[in-house]
Structure formats: C-alpha cells, structure tokens
T-cell receptor, first 115, second 117 residues
Framework: DQQVKQNSPSLSVQEGRISILNCDYT??????FLWYKKYPAEGPTFLIS?????DKNEDGRFTVFLNKSAKHLSLHIVPSQPGDSAVYFC??????????????FGTGTLLAVQP | GAVVSQHPSRVICKSGTSVKIECRSL??????MFWYRQFPKQSLMLMAT?????????EQGVEKDKFLINHASLTLSTLTVTSAHPEDSSFYIC?????????????FGSGTQLSVL
C-alpha cells in the first residue's frame, strides 16, 4: 500500500512559468516532509523541507506548502528554468528536526521545463 | 558541503556472483547510513538501516542473508549482494546521516546501477 503518492507521473511547463508538483500521504503521524530532485543515474539531492508545525516554507524559487487536514503537500517552482527538468520526489518522515529517520518516498514526478 | 561517495557507479556481473557496493561519507562521520533500491519508474524503497558497530536493521521483505551490510567505520558502509540473480538488477543508493548542532541531514550517494546477466 503506497503511503506517499505523487499522482502526476509527469509535468511539462514553459520556462518562466510556475511549476506545481503535488504529493499526498495517508498517515497523519508523519511530521516532516521533504522534496528531492533527482537526475537519471544519480542520487537524490535535497531541495526543501517543512515540518508539520508550519504550512509554508520558502527558499528562493522553491516554496513548499503543507495542508495537514488534506494530508497534502506541494512544491512550487517559480520561475521555472530548463535546468529544473528532473524527477522530483516527495518524502515523509516521522522524525522532527531533520531527515533523520526512515524516509518514505513518493513515486516521483518527471518535470520538463520547455525553453 | 557534505559529500557522500558511492562506488562503483555501474556494475555488470554474471548470475551467481557477489557484488560489493561502497558508500563513504567524505567530510563527516556517519553513525547511520541507509540503503535504498529503485526499480525503473518506481520510488526509492528503503532496504536497510546501517548502524556503525552494530547489525543492520532490515525492512520487511528484504533478505538479510542476500544483502549483507557492513558498517565497520564511521565513514564507510558496504552493501554486498550475494549470489546475484537477474531480479536483483536495480539502482542502489546509499545515504548518510550527518548530525549537526541544530539539525540532522541526509546526503545521498550517486547510486550504483547493478545489472545481473
């Protein structure tokens, strides 16, 4: 049973526009949420995270929104750039304070930013 | 920034042979490392948690005798796929936990693509 779902396997966006990637989870006990970016044949790189006590966290062009009641988080990238083209994974954890414990990953969304 | 080195990046082996994958934290000590595998177009699935100086903790459904994990030092964890078979072909990724004063972070290796013929 998939505890973390990214229902859009792919997304195509024009350069300069906003990219919105979505993630849903099933267990309300998760308290830390992360987004990773992954290129083919490489390991994931950390992008941004948010704890359950917040509903928004912003870092440059990247903003993560958390809706606890809906068990939903999203990653906004604005403006989108061709270099953002990659697979984006959301991940959840039970641990507060960082990505310290076991991470449960979503299935990923392939983002293609068109020049 | 912190770097995790994973080696080899790609390996092709014959069925029945064993393959060792190394994961090193280059500029920090990692008492805990994690091993993941990823099948094409699927999510990263945690296989086991590797703890320095003690036995690894395996996730349900992962054969500990097939996937041997050794974490003998604070900077090195190894995953050995024993008697590999074609169904073991996958992308294996390690991550290392860096403990800081205020938070902890996970850093991932670049992964190992294993192909078993």
């Amino acid at each position: 049973d998939q505890q973390v779902k990214q229902n859009s396997p792919s997304l195509s966006v024009q350069e300069g526009r906003i990219s919105i990637l979505n993630c849903d989870y099933t267990n309300s006990m998760f308290d830390y949420f992360l987004w990773y970016k992954k290129y083919p044949a490489e390991g994931p790189t950390f992008l941004i995270s948010i704890s359950s006590i917040k509903d928004k966290n912003e870092d440059g062009r990247f903003t993560v929104f958390l809706n606890k009641s809906a068990k939903h988080l999203s990653l906004h990238i604005v403006p989108s750039q061709p270099g953002d083209s990659a697979v984006y994974f959301c991940a959840v954890s039970y641990s507060w304070g960082g990505a310290t414990n076991k991470l449960i990953f979503g299935t990923g969304t392939l983002l293609a930013v068109q020049p | 920034g912190a770097v995790v080195s994973q080696h080899p990046s790609r390996v092709i082996c014959k069925s029945g042979t064993s393959v060792k994958i190394e994961c090193r934290s280059l500029d920090f000590q990692a008492t805990t490392m994690f091993w993941y595998r990823q099948f094409p177009k699927q999510s990263l699935m945690l296989m086991a948690t590797s703890n320095e100086g003690s036995k690894a903790t395996y996730e349900q459904g992962v054969e500990k005798d097939k996937f041997l994990i050794n974490h003998a030092s604070l900077t090195l964890s190894t995953l050995t796929v024993t008697s590999a078979h074609p169904e073991d072909s996958s992308f294996y990724i390690c991550s290392a936990r860096r403990t800081g004063r205020y938070n902890e972070k996970l850093f991932f290796g670049s992964g190992t693509q294993l192909s078993v013929l």
